[in-house]
C-alpha cells in the first residue's frame, strides 16, 4: 500500500529546524497538524473526494524541543493512505494535504 510522502528531504527538514522554528518557553508546545486543501483541488476532484471541512484531520503535540522528538513525530504522518478517508470513503489525494504547521 501507498504511503503518504511529507519528508522529501530530511536535510532541508533539519535546517528548517535549525533556523526556522523558534524555540520552546515555559508551557509552551508545537502543534502539528494535517490539513485537506480544497483549493488544490478542481471543482471535479471536490466533488469526488468530499473533504468538506476536513482541516486539521491529524494533530500531534511536542513537547520536547528537540530535533529527534521532531522528526519522529513528522514521520508518524508518513502513514498508509488508507488510514486517513474522506466523507466519500476514500484516502485524501496527495496533493491537496497541507504542510505540517508548526
Known sequence: METYKFM???EELRWWWDYGVPPLKPNEIYFL?????????????????????????????????TWEDFLK???????RRD???TKSGVPFPQKSLGRVNT
Open 8 to 10: 522529501h528531504s530530511q
Open 33 to 65: 497538524s494535517l490539513s485537506c486543501r480544497n483549493k488544490s483541488l478542481t471543482e471535479e476532484e471536490r466533488q469526488y473526494y468530499q473533504c468538506g471541512r476536513s482541516e486539521m484531520f491529524a494533530k500531534q503535540q511536542i513537547r520536547h524541543d
Open 73 to 79: 513525530r513528522v514521520k508518524r504522518f508518513e502513514v
Open 83 to 85: 488510514a486517513y478517508l
